[in-house]
Every structure is written in structure tokens, then in C-alpha cells.
């Protein structure tokens, strides 16, 4: 007697079947080597195997540490002072080949970078992170979105947004004091040049929101950040980034 397959998810069949046709008329290539991508991805299996990967951490910031453990530890720096944010998902060391992905995007506006950054980070997120209400992307000043023409943080929330199915607030949140770059500042100067450098706009609804940045460093800019939101009401804030320096 033989028995009918069905499948669970049709709607998901569909998907896979655009997938292939998509790939078959535009094949992904790799943006590091040029060789062919995978998984509709502009990454080979080869770039993706040697990407720096960020195992070791912090719980709560994912600062990289020394020794190596199995079970969720905070680092000295954590403890010593409580960050305002709850937890930081950072699934790659901002080296080698993240980093010229993060760099060329957010100074070379090479927006395919914001893609494949977005898909990875949402793989990782799939995995290991509680889903929030909403997700917010850091918030550019004014004249600096109007110097650069974008935000390398709403480009990869987006797509986060898109492939977690959370949404994105865009207009909540805003950069109202424009502070210099942080590039050379020390940890110290960090904390002293983003002070008060955010402002809501009004109230979220939203109790568990998700912050996302291309690069964490500090963590100056999303502790300010979260700092204002939970002030505002929101009990946890998570940080999501593609990568850790």
C-alpha cells in the first residue's frame, strides 16, 4: 500500500523554487575571491570557512576572552560596570575578511556588503537569540547621513528585518547632537563624546527591543542608546552586530 507525501510547508517549496531559478539567472559570486556563492549568498564555502569567527565572549558584551569557556560568563569589564544593554550577539571578530566587508560598505557604499552581512548576522541570530518586538538601527546624525547618503546600520537591519520577520522602527529614535567621529578616541572619550548624543522621538510600545550597528568597539554608542530606551520604559534591550573589534 503506498502512502502520499505531503508537504508540510508548501509555501516554503514555492520559496526554494524561486531560490533556484534566481541563482540559475543570477548566480551569487563570492565578493572576496569571485568565485561561485552558495546558498544565494555572495560568499564561496571556502571565504565563509575562514571568516574570523567570534566564539569566545562575553555574555552581555561580546568583548573576546582569554580563556575559553562552555558556559555564559560575563568579563571583568561587565562586572566592574553593568552595561545598560542586556545581552550582545556578535557572531565575527572584526578581522580579515568581515572587516573589509564592513569598511568597503560603510565607506565605499557597497551595498551588497549590507546583504550578506545581514544574512550571516541572521543566521546566527535564528540559532541562539529570543526574538524582540522590534528592531532599531542606530541612528545616524543629519549632516552625516547627508555627507555619506545612508546608514550601514539600517541597510543590514533591514534586511534583518526582512528575513527575521521583526519589525523595523526607523523613526523612534533619533541622533539629535552631532559628535565627532570615535575612530581614535579612547574607551573613556568614547563614553564622554556619545554622551546624550540620542533623543526619543516618542514612546515605543515595544519591551524587548533589538539595537543593530555594522561594528561594536566600546560599546559606548549602544549603551547610550539603550540607556534612553529603558529609560522610556523598554525592560531589554539586545545588541546586534555583525561583528566584535
Same mark, same amino acid.
Given at each position: 500500500?503506498?502512502?502520499?507525501?505531503?508537504?508540510?510547508?508548501?509555501?516554503?517549496?514555492?520559496?526554494?523554487?524561486?531560490?533556484?531559478?534566481?541563482?540559475?539567472?543570477?548566480?551569487?559570486?563570492?565578493?572576496?575571491?569571485?568565485?561561485?556563492?552558495?546558498?544565494?549568498?555572495?560568499?564561496?564555502?571556502?571565504?565563509?570557512?575562514?571568516?574570523?569567527?567570534?566564539?569566545?565572549?562575553?555574555?552581555?558584551?561580546?568583548?573576546?576572552?582569554?580563556?575559553?569557556?562552555?558556559?555564559?560568563?560575563?568579563?571583568?569589564?561587565?562586572?566592574?560596570?553593568?552595561?545598560?544593554?542586556?545581552?550582545?550577539?556578535?557572531?565575527?571578530?572584526?578581522?580579515?575578511?568581515?572587516?573589509?566587508?564592513?569598511?568597503?560598505?560603510?565607506?565605499?557604499?557597497?551595498?551588497?556588503?549590507?546583504?550578506?552581512?545581514?544574512?550571516?548576522?541572521?543566521?546566527?541570530?535564528?540559532?541562539?537569540?529570543?526574538?524582540?518586538?522590534?528592531?532599531?538601527?542606530?541612528?545616524?546624525?543629519?549632516?552625516?547621513?547627508?555627507?555619506?547618503?545612508?546608514?550601514?546600520?539600517? &541597510?543590514? *537591519? %533591514?534586511? !534583518?528585518? =526582512?528575513?527575521?520577520?521583526?519589525?523595523? /522602527?526607523?523613526?523612534? #529614535?533619533? @541622533?539629535?547632537?552631532?559628535?565627532?567621529?570615535?575612530?581614535?578616541?579612547?574607551?573613556?572619550?568614547?563614553?564622554?563624546?556619545?554622551?546624550?548624543?540620542?533623543?526619543?522621538?516618542?514612546?515605543?510600545?515595544?519591551?524587548?527591543?533589538?539595537?543593530?550597528?555594522?561594528?561594536?568597539?566600546?560599546?559606548?554608542?549602544?549603551? &547610550?542608546? *539603550? %540607556?534612553? !530606551?529603558? =529609560?522610556?520604559?523598554?525592560?531589554?534591550? /539586545?545588541?546586534?552586530? #555583525?561583528? @566584535?573589534?
Amino acid at each position: 500500500m503506498s502512502t502520499l507525501s505531503v508537504n508540510p510547508n508548501p509555501m516554503k517549496t514555492g520559496y526554494n523554487w524561486i531560490k533556484i531559478i534566481q541563482d540559475f539567472l543570477f548566480p551569487p559570486t563570492c565578493l572576496m575571491c569571485g568565485n561561485q556563492g552558495f546558498d544565494s549568498r555572495d560568499l564561496c564555502h571556502s571565504c565563509y570557512k575562514h571568516l574570523p569567527r567570534n566564539t569566545q565572549c562575553c555574555f552581555q558584551c561580546a568583548d573576546l576572552l582569554e580563556f575559553p569557556t562552555t558556559n555564559p560568563v560575563l568579563c571583568g569589564r561587565c562586572l566592574g560596570k553593568k552595561p545598560a544593554f542586556d545581552r550582545t550577539y556578535a557572531p565575527f571578530i572584526h578581522q580579515g575578511a568581515i572587516r573589509h566587508l564592513i569598511t568597503t560598505l560603510k565607506f565605499n557604499a557597497q551595498y551588497q556588503n549590507a546583504r550578506l552581512l545581514g544574512l550571516m548576522l541572521a543566521e546566527h541570530l535564528r540559532q541562539v537569540a529570543e526574538m524582540p518586538d522590534c528592531i532599531v538601527a542606530v541612528p545616524l546624525h543629519k549632516s552625516r547621513y547627508r555627507q555619506r547618503g545612508f546608514n550601514q546600520a539600517i &541597510e543590514i *537591519a %533591514a534586511i !534583518l528585518s =526582512k528575513q527575521l520577520l521583526v519589525p523595523l /522602527d526607523l523613526t523612534s #529614535c533619533e @541622533r539629535y547632537r552631532d559628535t565627532p567621529h570615535q575612530t581614535r578616541l579612547s574607551a573613556k572619550k568614547r563614553r564622554k563624546n556619545i554622551k546624550n548624543a540620542f533623543k526619543l522621538n516618542h514612546p515605543l510600545a515595544a519591551k524587548h527591543i533589538a539595537i543593530v550597528d555594522d561594528v561594536m568597539t566600546t560599546g559606548s554608542t549602544v549603551h &547610550e542608546l *539603550a %540607556a534612553l !530606551l529603558k =529609560k522610556s520604559g523598554v525592560r531589554k534591550v /539586545d545588541v546586534w552586530v #555583525c561583528a @566584535r573589534a
